[in-house]
DNA sequence: CTGAAAGCGCTTACAG
DNA sequence: CTGAAAGCGCTTACAG
């Protein structure tokens, strides 16, 4: 199993610079050798050691991808783009995770840049200003998907994150709903925090209709903080609605709800965000804003392999996105 | 950023072998020369290419996970228990997925091996005869996750699904109900599908119970196939609980009770497995048999690192099971 | 304590 | 069409 080309020379009775050439269909050698080579690899089932390969090429074929966990749906999906865009283009990818509040990105970075890799790429980091500067230190193609990247310059893929709350505010005003409290947002995220809520304020000004500061229950996305916080809220505040900030988030948020006696979406409307497979895992399945999640990986993919060959700039992707009617939003009117 | 060891040890003043030696501490150096060389190194931002490292020692410091996808949160969680192992030792992890049929696993396992990887963690792989074959051949230390390594003579980690599908089907019993279909288990699978139909119907027999074969609904895990089985089954059957696969096959049957007007757990009881994250994000919460998923994964990476370095074969590992009683299981009693 | 040198397994000009 | 040789960036006996 683990013979070398040498091996492979001596037994086809040729230089190991013809095994090279023909285990990279280079060309180059009669169609004879060729054979009699390929005959051989198969026979003795040799496979090339990428390490050295990648040694002497300078190039390891490998994109690593920094992400804060696996386990939420949301970076489930993308990871699944990414795994299939490169393995199409036969990559392979080097996963470390940044740690969900991006405490082991440092140690990320770095065990992915002594490995080489070909491309890098960034999935919903929570970086700080030292890691951004070690990013830009960095010269392998790099993107960032749903990262804060607009106050720095790089290249992302990324909804608009401004438009599709303004959106999705507004469908919930059209369903008839005036007092929409917002859910399990950071306020001080600039990625997803900051752009949402101006989308949401928008809507109301859009619609002359008034804005209760206390209807923004901030959060970090997750279902703990969305519960407790909708829980606490719950009893001084009379929406009808609720937009959260993630589909894990609208989860929280209906715990909370029913936990008070209340019934989604009889009682209060519930809007998730992103359009995870948890949306439809939960119960009423949720009306959610849909990301698409698995296309932002295998782009992201496709845009680095790309700037590999052609060694051109990554240009940026705004994705559009979508809104999902399912069943937790009812309509007032 | 990439420059190299002769670099440092020419800004150094030392040869490459010092600088070799300072880099991984291995001693037998002066302590001037020492911080010297440190300081140039961190000054220079340098970083050791692990590539070539890994060819001189023949030791890549990685492992390859081979998995069907890492979107099902069942493999999200195993997937971060050998991602924080891993992370602690200073592992790698390269990522392939095998496809959910297993489609991809010939190039999944040809790519981890050309990238030569210094272990191999199979999870729930869905493996021809060929496959085995493939693997038997390989003298990377490698183990398999719930896969069905007991006709073949694998290291493995697994749950005992014999056991714990008669747990569970006793618990149900013990709970008043008699009637229990078993919903999404695949009865050819020799991992899953075959010992908990065996511990199911183990279960009836202690209590004295007569199981109609009609109860038997079988599936891949999934939530649609189990939906759809349900579906069909419901009307010619009257079981008061359902024994599921899965949580995902959970979530299906509770899809297609309620389509038939049926309140879960007034008049329908429904119990999951695996109490992947999704046991709690669904509603009513469910009632499963816990696996320690996270525990699996970095056991695991553990066990390869250990054979790593003591070379000593796998042993294999069933790890305890837990019945965690949430909201979809009623008392008849 | 330190360096020169060989070698890990490939690839790729360069000759022929 | 094919081979000898240099070299990718490290590590590690072997001398000294």
């Excluded at 991006?102 to 929570?126: D, K, N, W």
Aim: aromatic residues 6%; hydrophobic residues 40%; proline residues 2%.
């Amino acid at each position: 199993m683990t013979l070398s080309m040498v091996e492979i020379a001596k037994r086809a009775g040729v230089s190991v610079a013809t095994v090279s050439r023909v285990m990279n269909k280079k060309g180059g050698y009669g169609k004879a050798t060729g054979e009699k080579v390929e005959a051989i690899i198969k026979e003795a089932g040799y496979q090339k050691n990428e390490m050295a390969s990648g040694l002497k090429r300078k190039f390891t074929r490998s994109i690593g991808v920094i992400i804060p966990n696996v386990v939420t749906n949301y970076f489930g999906l993308i990871v699944e783009g990414i795994e299939e865009e490169a393995r199409k283009n036969g990559y392979s990818i080097l996963l470390a995770h940044s740690g969900n509040g991006g405490e082991h990105f440092e140690h990320a970075l770095a065990t992915l840049t002594e490995r080489r890799v070909s491309g890098l790429i960034f999935v919903s980091v929570q970086t700080t200003d030292d890691d951004y500067d070690l990013v830009k230190q960095s010269t392998t193609p790099h993107i960032f998907i749903s990262s804060d990247s607009d106050t720095q310059d790089f290249s992302k893929i990324k909804i608009d994150d401004y438009q599709a709350a303004l959106e999705a505010t507004r469908y919930l005003i059209g369903k008839g709903h005036k007092k929409i409290g917002l859910v399990g947002l950071n306020p001080t995220d600039k990625v997803a925090g900051e752009p949402r809520i101006k989308g949401y304020r928008r809507a109301f000004e859009e619609a002359n209709l008034q804005l209760d500061e206390k209807w923004i229950i901030s959060g970090d996305f997750g279902v703990e903080t969305a519960e407790k916080g909708v829980e606490i809220s719950l009893d001084q505040i009379d929406t009808t609605a609720l937009f959260c900030a993630s589909d894990e988030a609208a989860i929280g948020a209906m715990k909370a709800c029913r936990k008070k006696g209340l019934n989604v979406p009889e009682d209060i409307s519930i809007m998730g965000f992103d359009d995870s497979t948890t949306a439809k895992l939960c119960y009423p399945e949720l009306t959610t804003v849909h990301q698409p999640l698995f296309e932002m990986g295998s782009q992201s993919v496709f845009k680095i392999i790309q700037a590999i060959e052609t060694n051109d700039v990554i240009e940026s992707d705004i994705v559009p996105f979508d809104i999902i009617e399912r069943e937790s939003v009812v309509s007032l009117t």
